[in-house]
Protein backbone atom coordinates (compact mmCIF):
# COMPACT_ATOMS: atom_id res chain seq x y z
CA UNK A 1 0.00 0.00 0.00
CA UNK A 2 -0.88 2.73 -0.93
CA UNK A 3 -3.19 2.41 -3.33
CA UNK A 4 -4.69 5.40 -5.45
CA UNK A 5 -7.63 5.43 -7.16
CA UNK A 6 -8.44 8.64 -9.47
CA UNK A 7 -11.96 9.04 -10.40
CA UNK A 8 -12.39 11.27 -13.12
CA UNK A 9 -15.63 11.73 -15.36
CA UNK A 10 -14.49 10.26 -19.09
CA UNK A 11 -15.25 13.61 -20.94
CA UNK A 12 -12.73 15.28 -18.65
CA UNK A 13 -10.30 12.44 -18.46
CA UNK A 14 -6.62 14.35 -19.10
CA UNK A 15 -4.28 13.32 -21.72
CA UNK A 16 -1.82 10.47 -21.41
CA UNK A 17 1.05 12.92 -20.26
CA UNK A 18 -0.38 14.47 -18.04
CA UNK A 19 -1.36 11.24 -16.31
CA UNK A 20 2.13 10.25 -17.11
CA UNK A 21 3.37 13.24 -14.80
CA UNK A 22 0.52 12.87 -12.38
CA UNK A 23 1.53 8.57 -11.97
CA UNK A 24 5.36 9.93 -11.69
CA UNK A 25 4.60 12.98 -9.33
CA UNK A 26 2.42 10.82 -6.91
CA UNK A 27 4.25 7.90 -6.69
CA UNK A 28 7.51 10.02 -5.80
CA UNK A 29 4.99 11.63 -3.25
CA UNK A 30 4.19 7.70 -2.06
CA UNK A 31 7.59 7.27 -1.98
CA UNK A 32 8.72 9.74 -0.28
CA UNK A 33 6.31 11.51 2.29
CA UNK A 34 4.47 8.30 2.72
CA UNK A 35 7.66 6.02 2.78
CA UNK A 36 5.97 3.79 0.77
CA UNK A 37 8.25 0.55 -1.24
CA UNK A 38 7.95 1.61 -4.65
CA UNK A 39 6.57 -2.18 -5.60
CA UNK A 40 3.75 -1.26 -2.92
CA UNK A 41 2.43 1.63 -5.09
CA UNK A 42 -0.12 1.73 -6.96
CA UNK A 43 -2.19 4.36 -9.00
CA UNK A 44 -5.25 3.88 -11.27
CA UNK A 45 -7.14 6.06 -13.09
CA UNK A 46 -10.87 5.37 -13.48
CA UNK A 47 -13.67 7.22 -16.08
CA UNK A 48 -16.64 7.95 -14.42
CA UNK A 49 -20.24 9.46 -15.69
CA UNK A 50 -20.34 13.36 -15.02
CA UNK A 51 -23.84 13.06 -13.53
CA UNK A 52 -24.71 12.29 -10.05
CA UNK A 53 -24.26 14.63 -7.33
CA UNK A 54 -20.92 16.10 -5.31
CA UNK A 55 -17.28 16.57 -6.94
CA UNK A 56 -17.80 15.68 -9.92
CA UNK A 57 -13.40 14.75 -9.47
CA UNK A 58 -12.24 12.46 -6.67
CA UNK A 59 -9.48 10.61 -4.85
CA UNK A 60 -9.04 7.96 -2.58
CA UNK A 61 -5.86 6.47 -1.06
CA UNK A 62 -5.76 3.24 1.28
CA UNK A 63 -2.72 2.79 2.84
CA UNK A 64 -1.21 1.23 6.09
CA UNK A 65 -1.00 2.53 9.36
CA UNK A 66 2.38 3.16 10.37
CA UNK A 67 4.20 4.96 13.04
CA UNK A 68 6.02 7.06 10.68
CA UNK A 69 2.54 8.06 9.30
CA UNK A 70 0.91 10.35 11.64
CA UNK A 71 -2.13 13.14 11.01
CA UNK A 72 0.39 16.09 10.13
CA UNK A 73 2.12 13.39 7.58
CA UNK A 74 -1.06 12.97 6.30
CA UNK A 75 -2.21 16.09 6.04
CA UNK A 76 1.31 17.17 4.38
CA UNK A 77 0.39 14.20 1.72
CA UNK A 78 -2.89 15.07 1.12
CA UNK A 79 -1.80 19.21 0.16
CA UNK A 80 0.62 18.00 -2.27
CA UNK A 81 -1.89 15.87 -4.07
CA UNK A 82 -4.49 18.57 -4.11
CA UNK A 83 -1.75 21.20 -5.69
CA UNK A 84 -0.73 18.06 -7.58
CA UNK A 85 -4.17 17.55 -9.32
CA UNK A 86 -4.40 21.08 -9.89
CA UNK A 87 -1.77 21.65 -11.72
CA UNK A 88 -1.87 18.67 -13.60
CA UNK A 89 -5.35 18.37 -13.81
CA UNK A 90 -6.68 22.25 -13.87
CA UNK A 91 -9.51 20.85 -11.40
CA UNK A 92 -10.29 20.27 -7.79
CA UNK A 93 -10.98 17.04 -6.26
CA UNK A 94 -12.40 15.55 -3.35
CA UNK A 95 -9.48 13.46 -1.49
CA UNK A 96 -9.90 11.08 1.38
CA UNK A 97 -7.52 8.74 2.93
CA UNK A 98 -8.51 5.58 4.33
CA UNK A 99 -5.53 3.63 6.66
CA UNK A 100 -5.66 0.26 7.57
CA UNK A 101 -3.69 -1.57 10.33
CA UNK A 102 -1.58 -4.44 9.16
CA UNK A 103 -4.39 -6.96 10.78
CA UNK A 104 -6.84 -5.82 8.78
CA UNK A 105 -4.78 -5.82 5.93
CA UNK A 106 -5.53 -9.27 3.76
CA UNK A 107 -3.90 -9.58 0.32
CA UNK A 108 -2.79 -11.59 -2.83
CA UNK A 109 -0.39 -10.10 -4.75
Known amino acids: MPNVS???PGPRMPEAEK???FTATCTELCTGVLKASLDNVHIIFIPVLPQGRGHSAWIEVQYRLETF???EVMKDFIAKVDR????EFGF?????CFGYGREAVHALN
Open 19 to 21: LDR
Open 84 to 87: LVKD
Open 6 to 8: VYI
Open 92 to 96: TARIR
Open 69 to 71: RPP
